[in-house]
């Protein structure tokens, strides 16, 4: 009987995504960790030095930092006092919130921006920066159509990325031409004029991430 290839061990502390429950076994854990190794990279001491002055033996420090054990309060009283920190830091990027924006397929908000009147439709596919956010981030996906017109004069604040998705075109950023095809993409100023020009392969469509600073911030 042919025996199955075993599967080669994974290194120490990287974490299996395909495991029952994957990282968020042991999210706490990794948060911790990664808070004590940063804590004591910017001390600029070892694990054996750190390890010494809390009184655990370097293999156990190198655990807690991989987030591969749970280390018991009286563990992070003993880190917190060695690395001058209060045990409350260890939890901080655990307790951060962290929001996603989940859009089904073809459920983008359809909104209004320049060009839409041109035959451009926009979808929303996110918004990040929430109400006091300095930076800015709208994600869409562009759709172009027989329908919609060559408009190569937007302009508007910040920094804009295009990936083609669907279709060719000739995008104009400035003085300067770009054909695009699928698979295709662009980063640039968006306040130099910029848009299709050429609409060569119908329907378009393709991905815009644009980016600005909130303004008075």
């Known amino acids: 009987m042919t025996k199955e290839p075993r599967a080669a061990p994974r290194p120490q502390g990287e974490q299996n995504p395909h495991q029952l ?7 706490l854990e990794v948060a911790i960790g990664r808070e004590v190794r940063s804590f004591r990279v910017k001390l600029g001491i070892t694990v054996a030095d750190l390890a010494a002055a809390a009184g655990l033996s370097p293999g156990m420090l190198s655990k807690i930092e991989n987030g591969l054990t749970s280390p018991s309060l009286t563990t992070l009283q003993t880190l917190s006092t060695a690395l001058g920190v209060p045990v409350t830091a260890f939890f901080r990027r655990f307790e951060e919130r962290r929001d996603a924006v989940y859009v089904p ?8 921006r320049r060009g839409t009147r041109a035959g ?12 006091n956010g300095p930076v800015v981030v709208e994600p869409y996906l562009i759709t172009l159509t027989q329908d919609s017109d060559v408009f190569p004069l937007f302009q508007h604040e910040g920094l804009e990325f295009l990936h083609v998705l669907e279709g060719e075109v000739v995008y104009r950023h400035a003085d300067q031409l770009y054909h695009l095809k699928p698979g295709d993409s662009l980063f640039f100023d968006a306040d130099a004029p910029h848009g299709p020009e050429e609409m060569v392969k119908l329907p378009i469509r393709f991905l815009s991430v644009i980016s600005y600073t909130r303004e008075g911030l």
Not at 21 to 27: C, D, T, V
Not at 105 to 112: C, K, P, R
Not at 120 to 131: C, F, K, P, T
């Open 21 to 27: 429950g994957g990282a968020r076994a042991n999210l």
């Open 105 to 112: 397929s073809g459920q983008g908000l359809v909104i209004e």
């Open 120 to 131: 451009h439709q926009y979808q929303l596919l996110g918004h990040s920066g929430g109400a």
